[in-house]
């Protein structure tokens, strides 16, 4: 965060690779897991959802959840607070930068890593490679429309502070949840782990489903090592009213307390 403030080129060098980015980042559909889990709040099996994801896939597939970290579709100032749709800062930043949308174009058919591409390449993760000569000068960034302050994804960055109301408002309901499941997280973010202690501490049931190890596995009172998507993809395929195999043995613990109040995601 101290870098993307502190340093234009910083900023230069995230902004141009999400700009590049953006098209490809926002046809992702969701997965198996997203739907199962909106299927499951449809039948109150979760009265709250929380996320430490910022690409809207949960609400993609029918959930609002409590977006933690917040998200990258929306751009915030950070001298004055104003924020606005990302959607609106790509227009924005095609304005300033018509050669970077040629460039794009450029990419999508079938000229990655030429000049015309501005060096861009598609990464195996989804990832935009761009050689620093392009985005080093050529690529300009908008200022805030409010006071021409500096714009950053309103998304919690490492080493920012969850904001004050919504971290509370998580705490909030972790405290009073009879029933806390933690779902696809390691928990090796504070703002995490700090959920899943505090539901324990104040006597919820808590359970995990994850692959490899997470900060809280030495009280939770169940833990699942398994892809997410495969063991709500279970559930997803019975009737609401029944449960499936290993997901069931999870269940069992946490509706003998109740619903499930909370997902963390």
Not at 166 to 178: G, L, Q, T
Request: net charge neutral; glycine share 6%.
């Amino acid at each position: 965060m101290l870098e993307f403030v502190r340093k234009s080129r910083a900023r230069r060098r995230y902004w141009a690779r999400s700009y590049a980015g953006w098209r490809r980042f926002t046809a992702a559909q969701p997965g198996a897991a997203h739907v199962a889990l909106a299927s499951l709040e449809q039948a109150g099996r979760i009265n709250f959802m929380i996320t430490q994801n910022v690409d809207r896939l949960h609400h993609r597939a029918g959930s609002n959840p409590l977006e933690l970290h917040g998200t990258v579709y929306s751009v915030i100032c950070l001298d004055c607070g104003f924020s606005f749709c990302r959607d609106l800062f790509q227009d924005e930043v095609k304005v300033l930068n018509p050669k970077w949308a040629a460039a794009i174009e450029s990419l999508d058919h079938g000229s990655p890593g030429s000049d015309k591409s501005f060096g861009m390449k598609q990464r195996p993760d989804g990832d935009i490679e761009i050689d620093e000569k392009f985005w080093e000068e050529d690529f300009h960034i908008p200022t805030c429309q409010k006071c021409n302050g500096i714009l950053k994804p309103d998304v919690v960055f490492f080493g920012d502070n969850v904001p004050k109301e919504r971290a509370d408002k998580a705490m909030e309901v972790a405290r009073e949840c009879d029933a806390f499941l933690a779902l696809g997280s390691s928990l090796m973010t504070m703002s995490a782990f700090r959920l899943v202690r505090a539901a324990h501490e104040a006597g919820a049931s808590t359970a995990i489903v994850n692959v490899g190890k997470t900060r809280a596995d030495d009280f939770v009172s169940l833990k699942i090592n398994a892809r997410l998507g495969e063991v709500l993809f279970l559930k997803f395929c019975q009737e609401y009213s029944t449960l499936a195999l290993s997901v069931s043995l999870l269940c069992d613990k946490l509706i003998r307390q109740g619903s499930w109040n909370q997902n963390q995601s």
